[in-house]
């Protein structure tokens, strides 16, 4: 089952794609750390590092190439968990094709929702303890913004086929874990419970 993760920035979609990789059996594709990976080598460096320390979005082209070749991989085959892709209408559109080329498709969105303020600190205590150069109260508020116009659409693009749900990503990581597993199983997804 491909399932794409919608939320703001902070709001835990990471932690919380993590904790379904074993249960589900499907591996975390995650665009923010394919960036961060990706600007690293000389092809993509220089224009990833720009965008990327700014808070703004790398462009469509350079995202869409990163997760095409990721979804080539053998551990993709019978799904994934979409983690920051697609964050635009253009790139939920070029999903779709992708996905379609294979006979395959998205089978589920989950939007994940929080307060703005709490998020960003959140988000400053995550780049204090892992070092992210790119996090910072200015790219971080930049950030949210961007996610407001770009990636909202995105949530209403799923919901109008009918393949959105929507849940808290306040509380416990615990808790927020246990209403997304509930959510796949009453969407139709193949859930594997492989963890207590």
Not at 79 to 88: I, Q, S, V, Y
Not at 159 to 171: A, D, K
């Amino acid at each position: 089952m491909f399932i794409v993760m919608i939320g703001p920035p902070g709001v835990g979609k990471g932690t919380q794609c993590k904790r379904l990789v074993n249960q589900l059996g499907i591996p975390h594709v995650s665009t923010g750390d394919m960036l961060r990976e990706a600007r690293k080598s000389v092809s993509h460096g220089e224009d990833l590092l720009a965008h990327m320390d700014r808070g703004r979005l790398v462009s469509d082209e350079v995202v869409t190439e990163l997760v095409e070749r990721r979804l080539e991989l053998p551990d993709c085959q019978n799904g994934c968990l979409f983690d920051g892709f697609p964050r635009t209408i253009q790139q939920a559109e070029t999903l779709d094709k992708i996905l379609g080329k294979h006979g395959k498709s998205v089978g589920l969105a989950i939007e994940m929702s929080g307060d703005d303020k709490l998020l960003v600190q959140r988000m400053l205590k995550r780049a204090a303890e892992e070092q992210r150069p790119d996090d910072t109260v200015e790219t971080l508020t930049r950030r949210l913004e961007i996610y407001q116009r770009e990636t909202v659409p995105v949530a209403k693009y799923y919901e109008e086929r009918g393949l959105l749900c929507q849940v808290s990503g306040i509380g416990t990581p615990d808790e927020v874990s246990l209403t997304i597993r509930q959510q796949i199983r009453d969407n139709g997804g193949k859930y594997r419970e492989n963890s207590s």
